[in-house]
């Protein structure tokens, strides 16, 4: 469980988090959508520790992560897996390179270790076959499942997705957002993911977090969105008309 304890940031006079408190389950697709610039990416790099609150705290199953030194918030980031918008990949290395790098960089496994690993998670986005490809030879279905092998390269209990259908044909955004829901539940791990995609917020989300002008203004679970009593999340939510008429049916 991640818990977000009245996390505050500033960049000069502009208050992006004002006070921000939430709670991510374990075993769980915990989805942060708003609108740009409601602060919602600012609330991720504060959890993972990429910038700094200037108030509040942040734990990782009871510990503070905030309050850690550099030391020991290593060994909780090797508990975090990353799935970055785009898919990040190195386009020097192979595919099993691009799996086995955060082995190198965090574990004292052998060659021969991290080799089996890379293959057990390439075996398990289905890409056994990929590993002596290199990512520009791959479509971006493929290289999102590349790098989804990649993030849980490490057995991670936390994973931290950054749109991951970014990009993506409506059908290859669907095989993604039922991997990372099949991943969740198996490893019951804690994911977070950052998205602004209607369709996978509807789909792929168990609870959800909607931040506007730096404050949680909605969160439940995924179940109460479509009759939630909330003018400006359903602003956001019923834009589109396909969004409007689903919500008109379902009611």
Known sequence: MIEIHKVSKSFGDQHVLKGVSATFHPGKVNFIIGRSGSGKSVLTKCTVGLL????????????????????KRKAVRQE???????????????????VMFPLRMFSDATEEEMRERAAVCLERVELPSAAGKYPSELSGGMQKRVGIAR???????????????????????????????????????????????????????????????GQIAWHGPTADLLNANHETLNEFMFASKIMRELRKNRR
Not at 80 to 98: H, K, R
């Open 151 to 213: 993030a849980i390269a490490m057995n991670p209990k936390y994973l931290f997705c950054d749109e991951p259908n970014s990009g993506l044909d409506p059908q290859t955004a669907i095989v993604i957002d039922n991997l990372i829901g099949d991943l969740t539940q198996e490893f019951n791990m804690t994911t977070v993911v950052v998205s602004h995609d209607m369709n996978s917020v509807m789909e792929a989300s168990d609870f959800i977090h909607f931040v506007h002008q």
């Open 80 to 98: 975090i897996g990353m799935l970055f918008q785009g898919s990040a990949l190195f386009d020097s290395m192979t595919v099993e390179e691009n």
């Open 52 to 71: 700094e609150p200037d108030e509040g705290h942040v734990t990782y199953d009871g510990r503070n992560f905030t309050a850690m030194d550099r030391q």
